[in-house]
């Protein structure tokens, strides 16, 4: 399967293993007779605790790259460490959380038991996975709500919900797939306070997608460029702005042009 | 726990009695519209063509109170609930199993058809020819016409399982026979329900059916014997039963069963 075996390198482990390393990832995928190439020879180092945007036109291969270091993607080259282990031995896959574009809620399951389900997967005791829920649910201010169906929560509270579920298995890495895309400009404000405010709490690593120079500027302590056919990094930007950053800052939208014009 | 109990208590209560109460007093006057009809008509008529509502009421209280009527009901009863829980016990594996593996999906899929096609009366006279005159072909005669019913609804839900809720529970690294429970179960259940319900229907008419032709007790045998003997009082006082227990069922027991399990599905007519 892996043609270029041989070229895989050993992940760099002890305490100061990086949270996510990318070692020249590739990935095509075959549509008729013809193989695309969505990745090709992506170099990427993510540190504990820093949180980093993938930023980049559609197409760019941004959420396959994101589902390959998920894992839930194999890639056909490359190597992926997860907290100094390669990807395939890594076996804490629940403190990796997931946040994807939709809030994916469960209809049949009120708040508190959708971010019950997270816990599911394992063997958490009922009592115990109860108290989580209802904790992460009070992390990210929603405990009041906790009986409510997903019909009868807004769109900004059911991203609250699939937010309290990706925390509520206390990942060290958080990787999120556009997560507030489809939220409206007010309410992506308040989840990205929101999500600023819970990472200075729990310090997770964040690994986040997006296609908005302005959440990427407002968010990242670093984003890396990605350009298509085939996906590859192009640059990273540190963003050197200290926080709390706010859109109308003119160092913010400096950087904004800056992320523009890389893209 | 509590707590959800509390909330599902607190939402029936504040949109629940209000509706109900102008619905009953509805369904009350069309009941008593209904009967006021059928005394009227009964007034020119014979009665072993129409018999009025009390000469009805009347062979009620003879069936009641001889113990002809408990008796046959619970007969019938036994049989239909027997044929149904079967055929679901049947209908809901086989469903799943035809709706998640495609191949076996493509191959049994003109059978249902086939089997919805043939009409109870068939089933009827092939279970006299196979079992006689006895449970079994009442029974036999429940089970055909109301699994393929379920087989259909479930089949048709397990294909409505989200890609997506599958994708995050991968994510999670959830095992595949947790995945079948949290996920598969809760999206066919509704499914299962609406067939149950439709299936469950089904088999009370039929079972008349079978039990006219192939019995020697039961409600439909009974109906038959009264009709032989142009006893029509008694053959209305044994539908009137029927109607009655079928509502009761369907109104006390299946809708609120209904509502409390599918409460997360957004009411429809609330909007």
């Known amino acids: ?3 270029r075996n041989d070229s895989r ?5 002890g305490a100061q293993a990086p949270a996510i390393r990318l070692i020249g ?13 969505v990745l090709d020879d992506v170099q990427l180092t993510i540190e504990m605790q820093a949180i980093v945007g993938l930023i980049g036109s559609s197409g760019a291969g941004k959420s396959t790259l994101l589902s390959i270091i998920a894992g839930i993607l194999k890639p056909d080259h490359g190597q992926v460490c997860i907290c100094g282990a390669a990807s395939e031995e890594f076996n804490d896959w629940r403190s990796v959380g997931y946040m994807f574009q939709d809030d994916r809620l469960l209809p049949w399951r009120s708040a508190q038991r959708n971010v019950e389900f997270a ?7 009922s009592e115990e996975r109860v108290r989580r829920a209802r904790a992460a649910l009070e992390l990210v201010e929603l405990d009041a709500f906790a009986d409510a169906f997903p019909y009868q929560l807004s769109g900004g509270m059911r991203s609250r919900v699939a937010l309290a579920r990706s925390l509520v298995t206390e990942p060290r890495i958080l990787l999120m797939d556009e997560p507030f895309s489809r939220l409206d400009a007010q309410t992506r404000t308040a989840m990205h306070e929101e999500l600023l405010r819970i990472h200075r709490l729990k310090r997770m690593t964040v690994v986040f997608v997006t296609h908005d120079v302005a959440e990427a500027a407002l968010l990242a302590d670093r984003v890396a460029v990605m350009s298509p056919r085939p996906g590859t990094i192009r640059e990273v930007i540190d963003i050197e702005i200290a926080r709390p950053r706010d859109i109308t800052q003119p160092e913010v939208t400096r950087y904004m042009q800056r992320l523009r014009a890389a893209i | 726990m509590t707590q959800s109990n509390e ?12 509706l109900r109460l102008d619905l009953i007093v509805q369904r009350l006057a069309l009941a008593a519209a209904g009967i006021v009809l059928w005394w009227v008509s009964s007034l020119s008529v014979p009665h072993y063509i129409l018999p009025g509502p009390a000469r009805v009421w009347e062979a009620l209280r003879l069936i009641a109170a001889n113990g002809d009527l408990w008796n046959n009901l619970a007969i019938t009863l036994w049989r239909v609930v027997f044929g149904f829980v079967t ?27 086939v089997l919805n096609t043939v ?9 006299i020819i196979w079992f006689g005159i006895s449970n079994a072909t009442t029974i036999f005669v429940v089970f055909m016409t109301a699994m393929p019913l379920i087989i259909t609804n479930v089949w048709q839900g397990t294909r409505t399982v989200s890609a997506d809720f599958i994708e995050l529970a991968r994510v999670l690294r959830m095992p595949r026979w947790k995945i079948m429970e949290k996920i598969y179960l809760p999206t066919i259940l509704p499914y299962f329900f609406s067939g149950s319900r439709l299936a469950f229907g089904f088999s009370w008419r039929v079972s008349l059916v079978a039990e006219t032709i ?7 045998y009974r109906l038959r014997q009264a009709a032989d003997l142009i006893r029509t009082d008694q053959v209305f006082a044994w539908t009137l039963t029927l109607v009655i227990l079928m509502a009761t069922i369907e109104m006390a027991l299946l809708k609120p069963l209904e509502n409390y399990l599918f409460r997360w599905k957004k009411d429809v007519e609330m909007q």
């Open chain 2, 7 to 18: 909330a599902t208590e607190t939402r029936a209560a504040t949109r629940g009695p209000r």
């Open chain 2, 87 to 113: 055929a679901a016990l049947v209908g809901l594996p086989f469903g799943i199993v035809l709706g998640a593996n495609q191949r076996a999906g493509e191959f049994f899929e003109p059978v249902i058809p």
């Open chain 1, 1 to 3: 399967m892996n043609s």
């Open chain 1, 25 to 37: 990832i590739g990935k095509s995928f075959a549509n008729g007779d013809r193989t695309i190439a």
């Open chain 1, 119 to 125: 816990l599911e997967a394992g063997s958490v005791a």
């Open chain 2, 119 to 127: 009409s109870s009366a068939i089933w009827a006279i092939f279970a």
């Open chain 1, 9 to 13: 390198e050993p992940c760099p482990d």
């Open chain 2, 214 to 220: 192939g019995s020697s007790s039961g409600v439909g």
